[in-house]
């Protein structure tokens, strides 16, 4: 490791440093990005993601259960893989440089941490509107998680909104039934425009606050995330959406 690559490690942590992977805060999901995409599930190289869980022929004993879509930093993925060392789970983030720190980060926790950990858990770069169906089977996903997303203020850009009705039939595809759905942001309307349109699907229905005070996943969703520690510190509000994938009535 020469000495530029190891500027980019805090010495004391062995972790990278956030600084040298900076990017802008969204980018626009409508455009064309160059990076390889799978043609179909079966068609993912799971030996870059879980090396430790690989068989022969590529093959994982298991398949992804969590994805958190525009994952950023990789605060959720790193609290929900202690959380459910069991289960593997997949960040998907569109931005190059942040991909990058996440790799590392992931990397990086496993050399220094106990034997096992952080191996069920990765990073891809793609763009979760336009390539779901490539990565995941029907019914695969038993959560996904869309946390602080790009408002897209303006009218004429909410075409690009990561929650629509159009888009929630591919997370319905994806999830199980029984599957849970977590949305949140600091921008009101938007938390009401992701409720709308969760609350208009006919293929998901709320979780009952009940079920809230009970998922140990709810209090992660500002806590572990930039994003969320930004929001509490400033003193914002949040706003979150968690509904169920029902099943299908015929």
Not at 207 to 236: F, I, Y
Request: aromatic letters at 10%.
């Amino acid at each position: 490791m020469d000495s530029e690559t190891k500027s980019t490690f805090s010495k004391s942590t062995g972790l990278p440093r956030k600084r040298f992977y900076r990017a802008r805060a969204h980018s626009n999901p409508l455009s064309d990005s160059h990076f390889p995409i799978p043609i179909a599930p079966s068609h993912v190289d799971f030996s870059l993601h879980f090396p430790k869980v690989i068989e022969a022929d590529n093959k994982i004993s298991k398949k992804i259960e969590f994805a958190d879509i525009g994952c950023g930093f990789g605060g959720l993925l790193i609290s929900l893989s202690t959380l459910f060392p069991d289960t593997l789970m997949i960040g998907m983030e569109l931005r190059d440089k942040v991909t990058e720190y996440v790799k590392e980060r992931i990397l990086a926790l496993r050399k220094t941490s106990s034997e096992g950990q952080y191996e069920n858990i990765s990073v891809v770069r793609t763009n979760s509107m336009k390539y779901i169906p490539n990565y995941f089977e029907k019914g695969q996903l038993s959560k996904m998680f869309f946390l602080f997303p790009d408002p897209h203020f303006k009218e004429k850009n909410h075409r690009r909104r990561v929650i629509s009705t159009h888009l929630l039939d591919e997370y319905a595809y994806v999830l199980r039934a029984g599957g849970i759905i977590y949305t949140i942001t600091d921008v009101e309307e938007l938390g009401e425009w992701m409720k709308a349109c969760l609350e208009k699907h006919p293929m998901f229905e709320s979780l009952t606050q009940e079920e809230l005070d009970l998922d140990p996943v709810v209090e992660l969703l500002c806590s572990a995330t930039e994003e969320g520690q930004k929001v509490a510190r400033n003193g914002g509000q949040t706003f979150r959406a968690i509904f169920r994938r029902i099943a299908y009535a015929s």
